[in-house]
């Protein structure tokens, strides 16, 4: 008998579908279109075990949808820009460039290997100048909007290799290359205005609830964090300037007994100007700074110094104590906070910690709470006390109220603060886009005429050893001429973050190779929105709400015509081995060149999809490896065994009921039972593993049976189609096997080029059975049930039975007889 030899059915029908160009698409008007992506990889140097789940669960749904009638686009390609390449450079002193182009053709022959059915003549490579160009138009057009300028913000600096740090590139504090203590610097960097799309983005986020993960709907509204609230002016005592604070509780005014500002707020210096406690406060801001530079920030307890002044009440007058506080930042809201600690958790630890006044002023609907009593702050609704003509006021009213009155006597006003912060992608760094400006002493800054696109990445650079960007050192790329004035001018030498180019690369797959404009029109009104979009939950947050920014950027632009670029979202969970995450560090990877050699596509795709549902992490387990790598072998040997019996009837094959047996009928429920359920997983509810389970059962199912089966010619008849439709089910979660078995049953169309069968609902249908049911041996009904129910279940319909029910009623039953799917005979 010929032996299952995975690798050699894989390659004979991945050079199949190569030649054919069988995943290949174009527009196509008159069929409906399916858009499927996964996240593009980062071409780190080979992929690994998470790579292959997100792909696979894409190329299942990819391969289904084909097979249901649509024009599916299911494109691949590569987030080719970064640090790594740089670091790599550093250490190994290899190129950025040739670092990444050959690690692509390395993931590119390892994804071809695992039998994807992506379209690979849409290829996309970032680090191309034929992408980035667009990248570079985007941003002249983003700055002609007022949606990209300029402003000074902070860097992470090593003193010693004089290089500005990425987050990544810093160990405890210090510099991953040699150790130095981080400083902080201050650089005029570019920014992109997302804030100005904060509202729009939560919005459109309610649209998207069902269709995304609730965790990622939330973890985006977070981000945004819109706060509604007011701020007030509270008047430094003895000084001609004020603090200004924001508050979401203006309900609690009354209960402010003492204020917290940011070590870095700008008035502080003024402040403590003077008072006997400036020494001590400089120290602890100091020591703040430092703390939050060898990021150690998060764990720290609640501290603060008093500054020695004092602000003014705007309503009571009362004199309240100013302190410095390590936990309010200046990034957010004024850098000031009015500190309620009956109210707010936070203040409430300060108050205790330093012995500060605390003012109840909301009161608890049922029991009444009192300074002295109180472990924790009161931080819900209530009734206002003690706060002048607002007290007996319910506080939510109170919260709008108040406002209204501060806005009377014009200390204070409504107000609304977001935690998004303009998204900087200003990169000290080479392996990236070059920002297209020119800075021009007669003209100041000028964008690159649009005619002059793409500036060019320079890549004959001598990589510096202490991981400097050659860029600023590089004259022919730093000098030119002013576009407008003609004078001797310089380019911008900073890269852009490389979120820049995953921000809209789904909208260049619709296209990719057009070298006149970024985007086909027509091409794209067709393929957008992506239908499904697949991808690891730690892009929930930045990745996905650049995509969502640039979408209404590039819409209103007018570019395109949808607001939201992913209709559907699927994050799928990690590959656990050993409880924890595979990584190299923890030297508990499985590679999938490996699995590849010794066991074949087909078996890695099937135990990965078999293991966990998509949504869910995924622990390995070789023995579950090798149970895949079985099943696999049955069914290769299934078809040896039977290849004379099985002939191309195709799936669901369609027959007379009258004609069939009744083992010919319940193989056959059984087939279109199991396309019914592998069809329901397959078309959004994603439980790929179901599906798989459902398949093998129709598999034992029809392994069991065979023998009774090919008595008869309808038996055969039944086989050959429920193995036809097993193939069909199987065949979005692993190919390659099946188009084998299914060319090999005598199929003349391959069986990627079939339509999805449709299940019939006739043939669903339970056999019935009449049965007698007596009473003390005299019949009292005949009632009919699926056949072969069980005596448990049958007595219990039986008992419901209206004439049963009259002879059995306020009797004890003391036996039943069960003949079965003939009688049933209750005895009272
Ligand atoms: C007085 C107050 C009373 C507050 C009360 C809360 C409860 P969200 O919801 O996140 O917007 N706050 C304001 N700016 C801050 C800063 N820069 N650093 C740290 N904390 C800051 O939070 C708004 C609340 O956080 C504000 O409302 C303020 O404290 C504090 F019973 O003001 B609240
Ligand atoms: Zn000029």
């Not at 006149?516 to 957008?528: I, R, V």
Request: charge should be neutral; charged fraction near 30%; glycine fraction near 6%.
């Amino acid at each position: 008998m010929e032996r299952y030899e995975p690798q050699k059915v894989e390659e004979k029908w991945q050079g199949i579908w190569n030649e054919n160009r069988a995943f290949e698409c174009d527009v196509d008007k008159n069929k409906p279109k399916y858009y499927v992506l996964e996240m593009f990889p980062y071409p780190s140097g080979k992929i690994h075990m998470g790579h292959v789940r997100v792909y696979t669960i894409g190329d299942v749904i990819a391969r289904y949808k084909r097979m249901k009638g649509f024009n599916v686009l299911h494109p691949m390609g590569w987030d080719a820009f970064g640090l790594p390449a740089e670091n790599a450079a550093v250490k190994h002193g290899v190129h950025p460039a040739k670092w990444t182009y050959s690690n692509i053709s390395e993931m590119k022959s390892q994804l071809k290997r695992l039998g994807y059915s992506f379209d690979w003549s849409k290829e996309i490579t970032t680090c191309n100048p034929e992408y980035y160009k667009w990248e570079q138009l985007f941003f002249i057009k983003f700055l002609e909007k007022g949606l990209a300028y300029r402003k000074k913000a902070k860097v992470n600096w090593c003193p010693k290799c004089h290089t500005v740090l990425a987050n990544e590139q810093i160990e405890g504090g210090r510099c991953w290359r040699c150790e130095s203590v981080v400083e902080e610097k201050e650089l005029e960097q570019w920014f992109l205005k997302i804030t100005k799309y904060a509202d729009e983005l939560l919005d459109g986020l309610k649209e998207l609830e069902k269709r995304w993960p609730d965790k990622v709907i939330t973890m985006q509204r977070n981000w945004i964090g819109r706060s509604v609230g007011a701020e007030i002016e509270f008047p430094v005592f003895g000084k001609d300037f004020s603090l200004k604070v924001f508050t979401t509780r203006p309900d609690t005014l009354w209960g402010v007994t003492f204020m917290s500002i940011a070590p870095e707020h700008p008035l502080l210096e003024k402040i403590i100007q003077g008072n006997k406690e400036e020494k001590a406060v400089l120290e602890f801001v100091k020591k703040i700074k430092e703390k939050k530079l060898r990021r150690e920030w998060e764990e720290q307890e609640k501290e603060g110094v008093f500054t020695g002044s004092f602000c003014v009440h705007p309503i009571t007058k009362e004199k309240i104590p100013i302190y410095v506080a390590n936990f309010v930042v200046m990034e957010y809201g004024t850098g000031a906070v009015m500190a309620v600690p009956a109210h707010d958790q936070r203040d409430f630890e300060f108050a205790k910690k330093y012995n500060l006044p605390i003012k109840v002023v909301i009161q608890p609907p049922s029991k009444k709470i009192s300074p002295e009593d109180m472990d924790k702050a009161y931080e819900e609704r209530g009734i206002l006390v003690n706060s002048d003509r607002f007290s007996g006021m319910d506080s939510e009213k109170a919260k709008e109220e108040i406002v209204k009155f501060l806005e009377e006597i014009k200390v204070g006003k409504k107000a609304v603060n977001y935690r998004l912060r303009d998204w900087n992608i200003s990169r000290q760094r080479y392996w990236g886009a070059p920002i297209p400006v020119i800075y021009c002493k007669n003209c100041g800054i000028v964008p690159v005429p649009e005619d002059e696109l793409p500036v060019v990445l320079p890549l004959d650079v001598k990589t510096n050893p202490d991981g400097r960007s050659p860029l600023p050192e590089y004259e022919e790329f730093v000098n030119t001429k002013c576009p407008k004035c003609g004078s001797d001018a310089k380019r911008e030498v900073d890269t852009m973050d490389t979120f820049v180019e995953s921000s809209w690369y789904f909208a260049r797959y619709t296209k990719p190779d057009l070298d006149t404009s970024p985007f086909d029109k027509e091409a794209l009104n067709y393929w957008l929105p992506v239908d499904i979009y697949i991808g690891g939950i730690e892009h929930a947050i930045l990745h996905l709400l650049y995509s969502r920014f640039f979408t209404r950027v590039l819409r209103d632009l007018g570019y395109f015509d949808i607001d939201e670029p992913f209709s559907r979202l699927l994050t799928q969970g990690m590959v656990l081995k050993g409880g924890a995450k595979m990584s190299k560090s923890k030297g508990n990877i499985v590679d999938p060149d490996y699995m590849l050699e010794k066991y074949g596509a087909d078996t890695t795709r099937l135990f990965i999809l078999f293991a966990a549902p998509p949504d869910k992490d995924l622990e390995w387990n070789d023995n579950a490896v090798e149970g895949a790598f079985r099943f696999l072998h049955r069914l290769w040997r299934f078809y040896q065994e039977n290849k004379e019996f099985l002939s191309p009837v195709g799936p669901c094959c369609s027959f007379d009921p009258k004609d069939l047996n009744s083992l010919e009928k319940k193989i056959r429920r059984k087939e279109h039972k199991t396309l019914e359920k592998v069809t329901s997983e397959l078309e959004g509810r994603y439980q790929f593993n179901t599906a798989i389970a459902a398949s093998m059962e129709l598999f034992n199912e029809i392994s069991e049976h065979r023998e009774e089966l090919l008595k008869t010619p309808k038996g055969k008849e039944i086989l050959s189609s429920a193995w036809a439709t097993l193939l069909v089910c199987l065949y979005p979660m692993v190919p390659h096997i099946c188009e084998e078995l299914w060319e090999r049953t005598g199929y003349k169309k391959y069986l990627h080029q079939i339509s999805w069968p449709a299940y019939d609902p006739e043939a669903m249908k339970e056999e019935e059975v009449l049965i007698v049911v007596q009473v003390n041996g005299k019949l009292r009904a005949r009632i009919s049930v699926p056949k072969g129910i069980d005596k448990e279940s049958l007595t219990k319909i039986a008992m419901d039975n209206q004439n049963v029910k009259r002879f059995v009623e306020g009797k004890d039953v003391k036996k039943v007889i069960f003949v079965p799917d003939k009688l049933l005979n209750i005895v009272v």
